[in-house]
Structure formats: C-alpha cells, structure tokens
C-alpha cells in the first residue's frame, strides 16, 4: 500500500459512528468535478462549502422524495458538487475533536448543478461494510472515529 505522509493540509478523515443527521450542518466537499455545469472539470483539487438539508427539501425538485433513507441532500447558492465530483467526501468538522468526518457521498443531481440541491449517499448507512473491507484487505489498518463516553 503507498504511504500517505500526512502534514498541516494532509491528514485522515474519520467515519461516523453513528447516523449523523447534517440538516442545517455546515460541511465541506472536495473534488475535480465540473467547474460549470457544462465543464470542464478542474485539474486541481477543488473545495466548497455546503450546507446539509433533509432528502424531503430536494422532493420539489426530483419529484418526489428519496425512498432511500441513506440519501442525503446539499446545497449553496451558486457552488456544489458537480459531476465528476461522485464518490468524493463531504465532510463535517467536529467541533469536539476539531478532525473532519466523512458524512456523506456526492451521488447525483441536476445537470444545472450549481443552481440546486444535490443527492448525495449517507456514508453512516455503509460504515460496516468500509469496516469490513478495510479489515479484510489492511488488517493492521485502523479508522479514527470520535470516542463516546
């Protein structure tokens, strides 16, 4: 596995623990997606901020609300994620630990993405499966995640 050198702006991003319900949270995303709706998409790596609404806020736009419930929805007035940005993190900092903490997945949206709310997947939801796999493949690996006492 290739080393990660961590540093002031390199560091690990840790796994809820539990649901984490970003409503009215504010987060950060990060990637090289579309810079416009149209393209193209950045050589550099880009970052935003977000602010996390409920699947219900995104149901005037996509017809009807999400079924699934590990579905989750971002938005800002004139920046998002775009395409290209999929798969990427949306984090959320911790005010107790001050780390940042993997929420959620930019998933799909409108091609005009930078003018509506966007789905994105709710990593709580597939946390033991990340667990899982991490352990499987780097056994002597591990995962941050805040301490509940």
Same mark, same amino acid.
């Given at each position: 596995?290739?080393? $990660?050198?961590?540093?002031? $702006?390199?560091?690990?991003? &840790? ?6 319900? @970003?409503?009215?949270?504010?987060? !950060? /995303? ?6 416009? *709706? ?5 050589? +550099?790596? !880009?970052?935003?901020?977000? +602010?996390?609404? #409920?699947?219900?806020?995104? =149901? %005037? $736009? ?9 579905? /989750? &929805? ?15 993190? $949306?984090?959320?900092?911790? *005010? ?6 993997? /929420?959620? =997945?930019? #998933? ?5 993405? %930078? !003018?509506?709310?966007? +789905?994105?997947?709710? @990593? #709580?939801?597939?946390?033991?499966? @990340? ?14 995640? !805040? @301490? /509940?006492?």
């Amino acid at each position: 596995m290739p080393t $990660i050198t961590f540093s002031k $702006i390199i560091g690990p991003a &840790c796994l809820p623990t539990e649901r984490f319900d @970003i409503k009215n949270k504010a987060l !950060k /995303v990060a990637g090289w997606g579309f810079i416009t *709706p149209d393209g193209p998409g950045s050589d +550099v790596l !880009k970052k935003t901020n977000l +602010v996390g609404y #409920s699947s219900g806020n995104c =149901a %005037h $736009i996509f017809g009807n609300p999400s079924k699934d419930l590990y579905q /989750v &929805c971002t938005s800002q007035p004139d920046t998002s994620q775009c395409r290209g940005d999929s798969g990427g993190p $949306i984090l959320w900092v911790d *005010p107790d630990t001050n780390r940042y903490t993997l /929420v959620a =997945a930019p #998933s799909y949206g409108l091609q005009q993405c %930078h !003018k509506h709310p966007q +789905v994105n997947s709710d @990593i #709580s939801y597939f946390v033991p499966w @990340i667990q899982q796999v991490i352990s499987e493949t780097y056994p002597e690996e591990k995962t941050c995640a !805040k @301490i /509940v006492s």
